[in-house]
C-alpha cells in the first residue's frame, strides 16, 4: 500500500485531470504470501491496491473521469476474513474472490462516484493469453492455452471502452469486450457491496478520504 500511496501522490502533484483509470495489474499464486502490510497477497494486488488508488485520485478523476477495473465473471462470494486467514487459504478460491471483489467494488464505486461525475465499469477481455495463470496447475495452464485468445484484441476493447465518447455517460456496467453483459448475481447484493467498501477502507486505512 506505501507504493500504492507514493504513486497517488506523484500523480496528484504532477497530472491535472485523470480521463481514464485502467486497473489491470493483478496476480495468482498458489500459496499463501502476504505483503509488508501483512496483507494476502491477492487479495492486496487485485482488489485493495486498486481500491485505495481510486479513492486517493478522486480529486483529478473529478468531472467526467472513468475508472474501469479488469476482471471476470467471478460468482465466488467474497467473505475478507476468510481471505486473510492463512489456515482457510486456498488458491482459485481467493483469486476468483478477488475478481467478484473488483465488480463489487465497480458498482459500488458506481453510485458513490456520481456526485463527482466520476464513472465506474468493470471490463472482462474473454480467456486472453497471457502469464497470470503462470504458477497454476499444469491442467489449468494447458486449459486456459488451449482456449484462449489474442491479448490486442482486448486490449483494443479496452481502450474503447475507456476512450470513445460513446460511453462517456456509461457507469456501473459490466462489458464483456465493448458489449454489457449480466454480471453475476452475488456481485449485485448491495449490502455485500457496501460491507466490502468499508472493510477494504479500514484495511488500507483511507480515513475518511476518497468516494
Ligand atoms: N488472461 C485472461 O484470460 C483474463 C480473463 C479475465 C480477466 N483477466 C484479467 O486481466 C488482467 C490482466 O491479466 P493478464 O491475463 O494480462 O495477466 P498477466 O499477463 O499476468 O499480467 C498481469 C500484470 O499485472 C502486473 N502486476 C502484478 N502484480 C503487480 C503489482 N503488485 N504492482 C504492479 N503490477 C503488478 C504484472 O506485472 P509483472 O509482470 O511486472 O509482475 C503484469 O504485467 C487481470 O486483472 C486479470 O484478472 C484476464
Redesign the pocket.
Known sequence: MA?VRGAARELNRTVGHIDALL?????FTPRYQKTADGLELMLA??HL?PFLLTNLLKDRLTGGGRVIT???PSTTRVEVERLLNRDRFSALHSFGAT?AA?LMFTFELARRAKRWDVRANAF?????????M?EASRPVRFL?RLI?NS?ERAAQDLVDVALSPAFAGTTGWFFKGTRRIDPPKPTLDVGQQSVLWKRSAELVELEGAGF
Do not use: M
Open positions: 507504493s486497473h489491470i495489474a493483478a496476480v494486488t487485485n491496491g479488469v476482471t471476470a475478481k473488483n472482462h477481455p474473454g480467456v486472453v493469453r497471457s502469464e497470470l503462470r486456459s484462449s491479448p
